[in-house]
């Protein structure tokens, strides 16, 4: 634990160093290939001018070199390995696709995915956003949004292991240690083994999602409440209007980008979900995701690159649109900048 521990430290420290030292020593070299000082006006004011061309590459070239070598590359050589066999070898032409849409499994994660669409984005919003407006409210509201946005700080994986422990069940005539189990035999009520409970389980896997996502969903509404002009509500409560009345008519309608962003920012999460099925269920009992059978066609099983990599696909074409309007709505936001 203490080598992993100082191993974490060493990496931040190399990693922050280095991007310091770089940016450092690149504006340095930059001012000795270009110098300002020491030299006659026409001479310095060319220089400068060079400097402001060349900087700007000097800070996006590291990010554009990476974005191309685990972004760029992984998706060119995906969409290959989709139109090859098991092991990555003959070219198999569209038939990986075929069998992705004629497969009961594929359809079947396609269909927990939209039922996670479905609930997921609107509860984290909804919740987030109700919790905004309460928090503002009140004297103790930075402490509550400090312990609504705390999962968001918790992995997937953490997260999955403590909700794990919360709908734990034990056999009959122990001692129920799971939370929820306990409560509802403490009222009377039979324990049950919630995470094996077909289609409702997947409503227990996202309660785990939204816990940690609402907190986000909270910051960035919040945000943009505080920036609604309190002329605004001070002409709508002189005119008569309720809190109710203020929240639905002149709040939201305020803030109905930045309600737009998070539900997409959050609906792309959810398309990628992963490490909250594979730590919870595995995909059992009709729990399976699109992200967690790419993961079981490609890793196990001895792998299927091609079928692996034909989900991997799949689950990019169906984020690409969803973040291209994401991104233009948050541009639009800020006037384009």
Not at 261 to 276: A, E, G
Request: glycine share 10%.
């Amino acid at each position: 634990m203490a080598a992993q521990i100082f191993s974490a430290i060493f990496v931040i420290i190399i990693g922050v160093g280095g991007c310091v030292a770089y940016f450092w020593g690149a504006n340095k070299l930059l001012d000795v290939i270009f110098p300002s000082r020491g030299v006659s006006g026409s001479t310095a004011v060319d220089n400068l001018r060079r400097q402001g061309l060349v900087r700007p590459w000097l800070f996006v070239g590291p990010a554009m070199i990476i974005l191309t070598i685990y972004l760029i590359y992984p998706v060119v050589e995906t969409l290959r390995l989709s139109f090859l066999d098991r092991g990555g070898a003959s070219f198999v032409g569209f038939s990986n696709y075929e069998w992705a849409f004629g497969d009961r499994e594929f359809r079947n994660s396609i269909l927990n995915n939209i039922v996670w669409l479905a609930v997921v984005p609107a509860a984290c919003t909804f919740l987030g956003l109700i919790i905004a407006v309460l928090t503002d409210k009140i004297w103790w509201g930075t402490i509550a949004k400090s312990l609504i946005f705390l999962p968001l700080a918790i992995s997937f994986v953490g997260a999955s292991v403590i909700w794990k422990f919360i709908y734990e069940y034990r056999g009959e005539g122990q001692v129920q240690i799971g939370l929820l189990n306990a409560i509802i035999q403490y009222f009377g009520g039979q324990p049950q083994v919630w995470i094996s409970l077909p289609f409702w389980n997947n409503f227990f896997l996202m309660v785990i999602l939204i816990w940690i996502q609402t907190g986000f969903a909270m910051v960035i509404l919040s945000s943009a409440l505080r920036g609604i002009p309190e002329e605004t509500l001070e002409a709508a409560v002189i005119d008569g209007a309720n809190p109710f009345q203020i929240f639905w008519k002149i709040m939201v309608p305020q803030i109905w980008g930045t309600i737009a962003v998070v539900w997409t920012t959050i609906t792309i999460l959810v398309l990628k979900v992963f490490d909250i099925v594979l730590t919870m269920t595995n995909g059992q009992w009709n729990s399976q995701v699109l992200a967690n059978l790419m993961f079981d066609w490609m890793f196990r099983g001895g792998g299927d690159f091609g079928r692996g990599a034909t989900i991997a696909i799949i689950i990019m074409i169906a984020v690409i649109p969803i973040m291209v309007w994401n991104i233009r709505q948050a541009n639009k936001e800020t006037g384009g900048h």
